[in-house]
């Protein structure tokens, strides 16, 4: 036996070529010039959108009219008018759990979990943080930041409160200390600071909430507790009333306790909003938690007074919920998603004057709500922001720019009779900031699809989101009756989200939209203005038969465990790994097997269908012998030819939809010709199966039985000439990759599987969530590395007017393939002509072979001209379907233009690329040009030939979080930047690019992120983002009135600076908290602020500091004069006392 040489093994894993290499025969490319250079170039994120993944605080600035919501993972985003948002994160990624505005100073306080202070610059379009003070020694627990003060008060789980300069970022020496604020008699610690605020009317004095229940109003300048209120139930929240004589407070048990400040002793009113109030005057049941509460004044009426929380334990009402009550009325408005925090938006920032409400934000896990106070029955804002991405989750994203300009009024147009009635009649109250003024602007479309079965298309111009359309797949089905008791059992093969969206075509000028559901199903979707009524949905069903010796029966020998692809638990979205072949016992029905059945019932009664996309046709495929259906792994419409076509692991189907009947129904190795080199004959390594824990494999043919007993059961793919060495060393390679691939899948463990534009082996399904993992689109089917080998999936089409034979000389309708193991098939396709021909002749499918093979799975393909131009699928244009017969325009094909043909010349060129490798092939000649290695550690997730401003590239982005650029058709790398230090599944999942440097993925379950390859638009970014801040005057301070000015009433303002500074107060201690500057500093904010709002904010800082000048200046001439009026009279009485003595008598 030969040994096993490791060193052979290790070359083949690093052996690699790191540039493009050409081919033989490249000099007839030397004509093609390449204007795409490196400089042309570079990475960076444009924008954020959707809804703030798991939010944790939020904070409105009333003069800016700006909201800002922190989330649990460390990020701010910050909200003004629709279109004006930005997103900003801390480095330590810790959660924010507070957040406080310098109103109308463009600054932002935000505390985290960690246990540390920022400030963050607003007055630029990218925030950046100033100051940062790190706490070593206490835990912060609640901040409070007065209006129109620099000083912060931070309290701690220890009780204290510190105090911050905010200018600084320096802590004061004034601290207040917990034991000085309870009562002395007191012998417990009264628990972390959860509320501080100052009197509306006496800014020295400010209210200290402990968690106990125990509030303490404490006098700043006497250092002492004016008065201790004590209540039995934990505090959450405290309210004043604007007047400072009361305040209110909520509960641990439902109540809600008002207190006048001058009596201690009790509350004056207790009550328990939900409580059901016993007959015998006993204490009503307790009830849950009252979270936060708001008491809101109004001028002219009873005042407003709204929480959270506090419903009975008993209710029947499971959401969270939001009490608004006004005057003798309350109102309980439900909620879709539990209450994060809420805040009362209104008309004054003063705290000691009428407040006059007019809106509530309301913060939810997973939205984001605002109700009008001033309309009655409290309806909603019509939220203008792109904040549903996530109504339903999303499966599948695509990316369109420099799309047709028509169509996005045509898609405005109709989805704008979806809106929904009832909403508030006023304007979004959230109204801050300045859009761009950028330049570049293109039609761009983003497409989601969702796990409902519903599709939502998007405007995406000028770096905004708006939602144009939503498409509702799941109407052309039938619902299923839950609870109801069935005769049979369901032939659903997912438990979950039967409609969800698994992949999809779109033709942006035909307007034609093809859809792939999970529960193979494939619809196709024509645009039209008129609503029309569907009597019969047109069906046809395809029964996708597999390999013969591909479907395993169950070993009843039972001499071995059963294979790991069994059906998943209820809780899962599918009874099998998408990709995978269905491996458990087929399942029977009293009358045998189940056959010919689709997983869906498409409805039977009429169909009405709004204008917009309206179903054309359905097509399903059917059980067979007990087996469920593959799932589509790949699809692809033309509208030109009238085709479509999908494709999973047991071959591929093409129909025509014009004529709506089936044309092609193969299994892949039916693809291969007979005298093809790459052939691959029918087999099944799953048939012969080996004791538990040992690999399976197969060679091609018949004969692998016989062959079978002269193998071990551990050696690898076997051929005549090929000997153990060699044998184990590839098994051991794959072993090796598949290894590295299953590490790079479990990083991101929440989610399944990668896209389809993965290739990977589905390992069994441990710890993998099998919810997301419906919609993982993996070409693999197999449990092992070996066994994955064995089956050849459909992962790509590209429909093509080419050369689909080397003795062609004129371009023809074609289809090109490709395949999971890196093989390009080309069917050629023959069209009736145009007209009544084309909806009676059939149309002709036949298998031309294999044009190229390259490593890994095929994820992409395009063709390019003589001169390097892109030559895109023909197209038909969009006309009317529901249109009268006389105003239907005569069905025309639109091939591209035949490119000049020279003798001995290849006319065309194809671009394909795969998870490995890209290559770049001569046509007619099939020749080979060029070939670039583009990873050996890892493989490509996404690629993309793109359309550049200035030439064409192919993109692509890598599982190891490499983004990178290929010049055509010479494949020179122009951009290669390590983007993602890990890939989750998500990304993987949802990661797409687009013409012009476009490209997109989601960053998180409720969260589009966009970002750019193109220097150009890096360049114009600026420009492009809005401005959060506007300079604007602070409203004037309420009028005390006559009375009140005579007699001393009104609010009573406090010298913060003498009781804080550090003359009054001492430094602070350096070892609680350190102080960060920030990257730039105060100086180079200044500097980064740009335009008219840097040039106010600098000259209204010069103003302040000439305005300060001027008093200092002012108080020394008043001593100079008083010093002058002390000496005159000194001098004037030595005078009088010496007049009248002579010089002796002195």
Same mark, same amino acid.
């Given at each position: ?33 390449? &204007? ?91 925030? %950046? ?20 003060s620099k000083w912060l008060y931070i309290g701690t789980e220890k009780g204290n409160i510190h105090i911050v300069n905010v200018e600084s970022f320096t802590l004061s020496g004034y601290?207040?200390?917990?034991? #000085? ?97 016993? #007959? ?75 407040q006059e409400p007019y809106a509530v934000v309301v913060l939810l896990e997973k939205d984001l709500v605002v109700i009008d106070l001033g309309q009655i029955g409290y309806p909603i ?195 099998? /790994? ?39 046709? *359905? ?24 085709? *479509? ?26 693809? @291969? ?88 082996? &589905? ?25 994955? =080998? ?50 009676? /002749? ?155 440097? /476009? ?27 809005? =401005? ?59 500097? %980064? ?47 009088? #006392? @010496? ?8």
């Open positions: 036996m030969k040994k096993f040489n490791i060193r052979k093994v290790l070359n083949g894993l690093t052996a690699s070529s790191s540039s493009a290499s050409p081919q033989p025969g490249t000099n007839q490319n030397d004509v093609i010039q390449e &204007t795409l250079q490196s400089e042309h170039f570079q990475l960076c994120k444009t924008v954020r959108h959707g809804f703030p993944y798991r939010p944790s605080s939020m904070a409105f600035d009333p003069v800016q009219k700006i909201l800002a919501i922190g989330t649990q993972s460390g990020a701010v985003r910050l909200f003004g008018r629709a279109g004006v948002e930005c997103y900003c994160q801390h480095d330590s990624g810790a959660a924010v759990i507070q957040l406080q505005f310098l109103v109308n100073e463009g600054a932002l306080v935000s505390a985290l979990a960690d246990d540390s202070v920022h400030l963050w610059n607003l007055r630029q379009k990218q925030p %950046a943080i100033l100051h940062t003070l790190k706490f070593n020694r206490e835990r912060i627990t609640f901040c409070h930041l007065p209006f129109q601290v207040i200390m917990w034991n #000085k604020a309870i009562e002395l008699s007191s012998k417990s610690h009264p628990g972390p600071v959860v509320h501080i605020s100052d009197n509306p009317m006496d800014e020295g004095k400010i209210l200290i909430g402990f968690e106990c229940g125990t509030v303490v109003l404490w006098d700043l300048k006497c250092k002492k507790a004016d008065y201790r209120y004590n209540h039995d139930e934990a505090i959450h929240s405290v309210a004043w009333h604007h007047e400072g004589k009361q305040f209110t407070c909520s509960h641990s048990d439902g109540t809600l306790t008002t207190w006048n400040v001058r009596v201690p002793a009790k509350p004056t009113i207790t009550i328990t909003p939900h409580g059901k109030q016993p #007959k015998d005057g006993k204490k009503p049941e307790p009830c849950k938690p009252i979270l936060k509460v708001e008491y809101k004044t109004t001028r002219d009426g009873d005042a407003f007074m709204v929480m959270s929380g506090g419903l009975s334990y008993d209710t029947g009402c499971r959401r969270s919920c939001l009490t608004v009550i006004h005057g003798k009325s309350t109102a309980i408005l439900e909620m879709d998603y539990p209450i994060v925090d809420f805040l009362t938006l209104c008309e004054t920032p003063y705290p000691n004057d009428f804002f019509e939220n203008p922001y792109p904040l549903s991405i996530h109504e339903s989750p999303v499966t599948c994203v695509e990316y369109f720019a420099d799309c047709p300009p028509e169509l996005i009024p045509a898609l405005y147009s109709v989805g704008s009779r979806q809106n929904r009635q009832g909403y508030s009649k006023k304007e979004w109250p959230i109204s801050g900031g300045n859009w761009g003024q950028g330049t570049l602007s293109y039609p761009e479309i983003i497409i989601t699809g969702h796990a409902d079965g519903s599709i939502k298309f998007w405007d995406a111009s000028a770096i905004m989101l708006q939602v144009l359309y939503k498409l509702k797949t799941a109407k052309v089905f039938e619902k299923a009756l839950k609870g109801g008791k069935e005769e049979k059992p369901s032939t659903e093969i997912v438990d979950e989200d039967p409609f969800a969206i698994q992949t999809l075509s779109w033709c942006p000028e035909s307007r034609v939209l093809c859809v792939a559901g999970v529960s193979a199903h494939v619809i196709i979707y024509r645009f039209s203005k008129q609503e029309m009524t569907t009597e019969v949905v047109q069906l046809l069903e395809v029964r996708m038969q597999g390999e013969l010796n591909d479907v395993d029966s169950p070993d009843p020998a039972g001499d071995h465990p059963p294979t790991p692809s069994t059906p998943v638990p209820p809780s899962s979205s599918s009874p099998t /790994q998408e990709g995978e072949p269905p491996e458990a016992q087929p399942f029977t029905s009293d009358d045998g097997p189940r056959d010919n059945v689709p997983c869906l019932k498409v409805r039977s009664s009429p169909l009405k269908q709004s204008p917009g996309y309206q179903v054309e046709l *359905v097509i399903q495929l059917v059980w067979v012998s007990g087996e469920p259906p593959q799932q589509i792994t790949s699809l692809a419409v033309n509208s030109s030819y009238g085709l *479509v076509v999908f494709g999973n692991s047991s071959g591929l189907v093409v129909v025509d939809y014009l004529q709506m009947i089936l044309l092609l129904n193969m299994g892949t190795s039916e693809l @291969y010709s007979p005298s093809d080199p790459y052939q691959r004959q029918p087999r099944s390594p799953r048939k012969t199966r080996q004791p538990s824990g040992a690999l399976s494999d197969n060679s091609d043919g018949n004969n692998a039985s016989e062959e079978k007993s002269n193998k071990s059961p551990t050696s690898g793919d076997t051929s005549p000439t090929s000997s153990d060495d060699e044998h184990k060393q590839k098994r051991f390679i794959e072993m090796v990759k598949s290894k590295s691939r299953w590490f790079s899948k479990m990083v991101a463990n929440d989610f399944a599987k990668m896209s389809r534009k993965m290739s990977s082996p &589905t390992e069994q399904k441990t710890g993998l969530d099998a919810k997301d993992s419906l919609f993982s689109r993996s070409r693999s089917s197999s449990v092992t590395s070996i066994e994955r =080998e064995s089956r050849e999936a459909i992962s790509s089409f590209h429909f093509s007017e080419s050369f689909p034979r080397k003795t062609d000389s004129n371009p023809s309708p074609s289809l090109w393939v490709g395949t999971t193991q890196g093989t390009v098939l080309v069917l050629s396709l023959s069209l009736p002509p145009t007209g009544d021909q084309r909806l009676q /002749q059939p149309v002709g499918v036949s298998s031309c072979g294999t044009l190229v093979r390259l490593k890994g799975g095929i994820l992409t393909m395009a063709f390019l001209d003589s001169l390097g131009a892109v030559l895109p699928p023909s197209y038909e244009p969009w006309s009317e379907p529901n249109a009268p017969d006389e105003e239907k325009e005569a069905r025309s094909r639109r091939p591209a233009s035949p490119p000049p043909t020279q003798e001995g010349q290849d006319s065309q060129y194809a671009v394909v690329c795969s998870e490995k490798q890209a290559k770049v092939v001569g046509l007619p000649s099939q020749s080979c040009f060029f070939k670039h290695n583009i990873t050996e550690s890892s493989f490509v997730l996404r690629a993309d030939v793109v359309q550049m401003a200035a030439g064409l590239c192919l993109a692509c982005f890598c599982a190891n979080g490499h983004v990178m650029t290929l010049s055509l058709p010479s494949l020179r790398p122009l951009l290669d930047v390590n983007y993602l230090p890990l890939t989750d599944m998500r990304i993987a999942r949802t990661f797409c690019f687009s013409n012009l440097g /476009q490209a997109l993925y989601l960053t998180s379950p409720t969260e589009i992120q966009r970002i750019t390859y193109s220097q150009e638009t890096c360049d114009n970014l600026q420009e492009m983002m809005g =401005e959060l801040f506007t300079p604007l005057e602070t409203p004037e301070a309420p009028n005390r009135g006559f009375f009140k000015g005579l007699f001393g009433g009104g609010a009573q303002s406090l010298d913060r600076e003498d009781l804080f500074g550090e003359t009054a107060a001492g430094k602070g201690s350096r070892s609680l908290a350190q102080h960060i500057p920030g990257p730039q500093g105060m100086e180079g904010m200044k500097g %980064a602020a740009s335009g008219v709002v840097g040039d106010l904010a600098r000259a209204r800082i010069a103003l302040d500091e000439r305005g300060q000048k001027l008093g200092e200046l002012e108080d020394r001439t008043a001593a100079m004069m008083a010093s002058a009026d002390s000496f005159s009279k000194h001098a004037h009485d030595m005078m009088l #006392k @010496y007049k009248d003595k002579k010089w002796y008598q002195l």
